[in-house]
């Protein structure tokens, strides 16, 4: 990067940094700590449902998602303005009314001790693993710019993460993810003005879209259909994105306390549920445009000789082994390809490149998807605007990973310290213990991050996939206490245990895409619930 990119990206995050610090000063009691003391108006609870959900994550690995897969992850998304609506109707007027610190006190209060503690038990497992995700990826944006390992800055930027949230909690989570967003508007929208502006032969936009729609990229709406019938392994299509995508949408933001600590900061009901259906207005039309700015790319690609493998650090650490002529070679006849403007054999040297990358680095996943926007972005966008971008990337990495981390000690200390532990503590002990839960969770995120680098797939996916393992059960414990007022505690328990289990199997035998999952989880925990509670354990919850 130039210098001029270098003092954008460190004033910009030394600045958010600073204001989240002065912010944070009147967090002097967890009730501060964790929700604010319930002040947030509904634009603040609007930007930080956006900016806990949309992380690093989306902009550094959806555009890649995007380029080598077109536009059809759009339709994952389209369920959640459905949800918004269910959840403002049905969840915040109970959350509220019960002034709950976390969503499963609400848990205890219809069931029992054990069930709250399972059904956060399932949040913790998920939300610290997706966070450890989500931390790596700043780390690629970091090991690019500074050439460093990636297991460096993991640690590194790990250990800002935790002294920004640490330093912070709620109140300045959200006040600093109400900069964050105003500026991740701004710079996208210049971005894909420039991509537009540096489109190759005169292209227009209009061009471009029309081009990307003759080479398949712009699937926006898919049936799922194909000569069998419907294929339920089809990852995202119209059917799986209104009822999958509704069922972890609801899921999400219904019972992952990373967002309900979001809106249970909000002044009254009426906040809440301003926030969560602008969310529901805004999110699909700016996931659009994000999706858009790869499908941009790959038509800019298309026109211009494109890297034939965009993971930059193992391609020139490849060349120093003995694939080095295999892999120079096969470069060599994938330019010839992109010159001739042969797409058909430039994609087929571009996969016998990836496979003599395997070969170099046989026990890590070498998907180079999470790093396509990222090499662009450095070799071809103005000085100014690259460490703008890169600040974008910090900056919603930091919002969601403060808030997710922000969730996981808040569920830590009310969900299971407190209830577990007979000790009285003063309120600045009470903050000093979340802290260090902070810390805790923050160091077991850091770890996490360690592993993602052979995830299997693109960062945004495999964000969902773990989400969909387990949100389909905490949202049918939450239905069951919400609606089936007739099932009592040890049903809904033990029809949540054997359905995570069953959840799991069903992913481990792949027969069907992952948003299913969260029908699924729901499902049968719903139905085991009220067939154990009916033939099982209707005598014994009668007599105790």
């Known amino acids: 990067m130039s210098f001029i990119d270098w003092v954008i990206l460190i004033t910009v995050l030394a600045g958010i940094i600073l204001y989240g610090v002065y912010i944070s000063r009147k967090s002097k009691n967890i009730d501060a700590y964790f929700l604010s003391n319930r002040s947030m108006p509904w634009y603040l609870v609007l930007l930080g449902i956006m900016g806990t959900q949309a992380s690093a994550v989306t902009y550094l690995s959806g555009p890649g998602q995007a380029y080598t897969d077109g536009m059809r992850f759009v339709q994952y998304y389209f369920g959640l303005p459905f949800a918004m609506i269910v959840i403002?109707?049905?969840?915040?007027?109970?959350?509220?009314?019960?002034?709950?610190?976390?969503?499963?006190?609400?848990?205890?209060?219809?069931?029992?001790?054990?069930t709250r503690s399972?059904?956060?038990?399932?949040?913790?497992?998920?939300?610290?693993?997706?966070?450890?995700?989500?931390?790596?990826?700043?780390?690629?944006?970091?090991?690019?710019?500074?050439?460093?390992?990636?297991?460096?800055?993991?640690?590194?930027?790990?250990?800002?993460?935790?002294?920004?949230?640490?330093?912070?909690?709620?109140?300045?989570?959200?006040?600093?993810?109400?900069?964050?967003?105003?500026?991740?508007f701004i710079t996208l929208i210049l971005v894909f003005i420039i991509i537009v502006h540096i489109l190759p032969d005169g292209l227009s936009f209009k061009g471009a879209v029309s081009q990307a729609k003759e080479l398949g990229k712009m699937n926006v709406i898919t049936t799922g259909m194909d000569k069998n019938g419907f294929n339920w392994n089809d990852k995202y299509n119209i059917w799986s994105g209104l009822i999958g995508g509704f069922f972890l949408a609801l899921s999400y933001f219904g019972t992952d306390h990373s967002q309900v600590g979001r809106y249970i900061t909000a002044k009254n009901v009426k906040e809440s549920q301003r926030g969560l259906l602008m969310n529901g207005l805004v999110k699909v039309p700016m996931q659009f445009m994000i999706l858009l700015l790869g499908v941009l790319v790959f038509v800019f690609y298309v026109h211009t000789s494109s890297p034939v493998y965009f993971n930059k650090a193992k391609k020139d650490a490849a060349m120093h082994t003995a694939h080095a002529d295999s892999l120079h070679a096969i470069e060599l006849q994938y330019h010839t390809a992109i010159a001739e403007k042969n797409s058909v054999a430039a994609s087929a040297y571009r996969k016998a490149y990836k496979k003599e990358i395997d070969k170099v680095y046989t026990r890590e996943d070498n998907n180079d998807t999470n790093f396509i926007f990222l090499e662009f972005v450095k070799d071809h966008l103005p000085k100014g605007l690259i460490g703008l971008l890169f600040a974008v990337i910090f900056l919603s990495a930091w919002g969601s990973i403060a808030a997710a981390l922000n969730a996981l000690a808040a569920c830590s200390v009310v969900d299971f310290h407190k209830r577990y532990t007979k000790k009285k503590e003063t309120d600045l002990d009470e903050v000093k213990l979340s802290k260090w839960y902070t810390f805790g969770w923050g160091i077991f995120c850091i770890i996490i991050a360690m592993f993602a680098n052979n995830i299997g797939n693109s960062l945004i996916e495999a964000v969902n996939i773990l989400g969909s393992l387990f949100y389909g059960v905490i949202l049918g414990i939450f239905l069951m206490a919400l609606w089936v007022k007739s099932v009592k505690a040890n049903a809904v328990f033990y029809a949540a245990i054997v359905s995570e289990i069953i959840v799991i199997v069903i992913y481990k035998m792949e027969i069907i895409s992952f948003l299913w999952l969260n029908v699924i989880g729901a499902g049968l925990v719903l139905i085991l619930g009220f067939f154990l509670q009916h033939f099982s354990f209707r005598k014994k919850d009668c007599c105790d």
Not at 88 to 114: C, Q
């Open 118 to 184: 399972f059904t956060a038990l399932l949040f913790l497992i998920s939300r610290g693993l997706s966070t450890g995700i989500s931390i790596y990826a700043p780390s690629i944006v970091l090991s690019s710019l500074m050439g460093w390992d990636i297991y460096i800055t993991n640690i590194i930027m790990g250990g800002m993460l935790l002294i920004y949230t640490m330093s912070g909690g709620a109140r300045a989570v959200a006040h600093t993810q109400m900069l964050q967003m105003i500026i991740v």
């Open 88 to 114: 403002s109707l049905f969840f915040v007027p109970v959350f509220n009314k019960l002034k709950v610190y976390t969503a499963y006190e609400f848990i205890e209060k219809r069931f029992d001790g054990k």
